[in-house]
């Protein structure tokens, strides 16, 4: 028996970067994403007679590092008594290094665990347990534009606009694509526990949200852009103020800062946003992609640039 599910990364415009409670993985603040539709990740689960222990190919090498945090979220699908499975996943971006790889992985893993096991779960709870292995996989169930909200007891995801409605373009400018040196779950943990700017950042999340919900439902970019820039920098400050701190950009990814804001002086309505790597990610109407594109491959130092639009939530290939 096996099942193959695909689902893409998501880039959020307001940022998940804190954990209210470490064993359940829940956020400490809620968050703004966009599903992407050019990137994605595959994942195939076959039960396997035989089979002792769980199994996990990455883009056809085995991977005994994710094999943990991978069994992990499947027994929180399945159970702990669920038979062993053989794993396999495929990317077609660098995994671990800021562009979101865990959030596809962990979206795509748990509808083809829901397909394999045969639970036929709602996707509120797919959501749910996605978020478990990953707060950012959450979002990835849902396609367009998505809000992960954060209550007492547990996350939910919700649609502010389809995967249509809104036809943005994301240029992703890769500066760096090796693994990041700290995970962003570790990252999050040093910044809760040592940075002085972590109970503002937290304080002020609510305010960002509204802001952020405001824009979308307006479709008003440069609003969007103003909030998402803001709260992408704040973000980095608190990772900035951590001690040890945290420098996830190199000098590519500040000039990549630089490209766009001459981009935006010349009136090209864009904005950037960067995660915990040194990716920039830039977002744009359509009709500007191709000048946003061509002046980010331009810049000194980015290696390869990727393109994408508004893409659609998790789904089950095959069974
Ligand atoms: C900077 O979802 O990777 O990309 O829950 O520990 O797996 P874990 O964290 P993860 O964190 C994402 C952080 C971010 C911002 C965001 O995507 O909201």
């Known amino acids: 028996m096996r099942a193959t599910a695909i689902a893409q990364p998501n880039i959020a415009v307001v ?11 829940l956020p400490a603040v809620g968050s703004i994403s966009i599903t992407l539709s050019t990137l994605y990740t595959e994942m195939q689960v076959e039960i396997e007679t035989g089979l002792v222990d769980d ?5 056809g090498a085995e991977n005994r590092t994710l094999l943990a945090r991978v069994s992990n979220c499947l027994n929180i699908v399945a159970g702990t008594d669920r038979p062993a499975v053989r794993v396999s996943s495929r990317s077609n971006f660098p995994i671990a290094a800021g562009l979101a790889s865990s959030a596809s992985a962990f979206a ?20 749910s347990l996605a978020g478990r292995a990953s707060g950012s996989a959450a979002r990835s169930l849902l396609g367009g534009f998505v809000e992960l909200e954060n209550d007492a007891n547990d996350i939910s995801v919700t649609n502010l606009l389809g995967a249509t409605d809104w036809p943005l373009e ?29 109970d503002l950042w937290i304080e002020q999340q609510a305010g960002d949200l509204a802001e952020a919900r405001a824009a ?12 998402a820039e803001h709260n992408c920098l704040k973000m980095h400050s608190v ?20 490209t766009i804001r001459e981009l935006q002086a010349s009136g090209v309505n864009v904005f950037f946003t960067i995660d915990a790597g040194p990716q920039l990610k830039a977002i744009c109407a359509a009709t500007d ?13 980015v ?10 939530g998790a789904r089950l290939l095959s069974t």
Request: with cysteine.
């Open 15 to 25: 940022k998940y970067w804190g954990k209210r409670d470490l064993a359940r993985n």
């Open 55 to 59: 199994a996990l190919l990455v883009n």
């Open 239 to 258: 990772m900035l103020g951590s001690r040890p701190p945290m420098i996830y950009w190199n000098s590519a990814t500040v000039a990549c800062m630089q």
């Open 170 to 198: 994301i240029v992703v400018a890769i500066t760096a694509p090796g693994p990041k040196p700290v995970s962003s779950g570790d990252a999050m943990e040093i910044s809760r526990r040592t940075s002085p700017f972590y």
């Open 289 to 301: 992609a191709a000048t946003v594109r061509a002046a980010l491959a331009a810049t000194d130092g």
């Open 108 to 127: 795509a893993l748990v509808v083809a665990a829901d397909a394999v096991f045969a639970l036929s779960l709602p996707r509120a709870q797919l959501a």
């Open 216 to 227: 979308i439902e307006q479709r008003d970019l440069q609003r969007l852009g103003a909030i």
């Open 303 to 312: 290696v390869e640039v990727m393109q994408s639009g508004v893409g659609e």
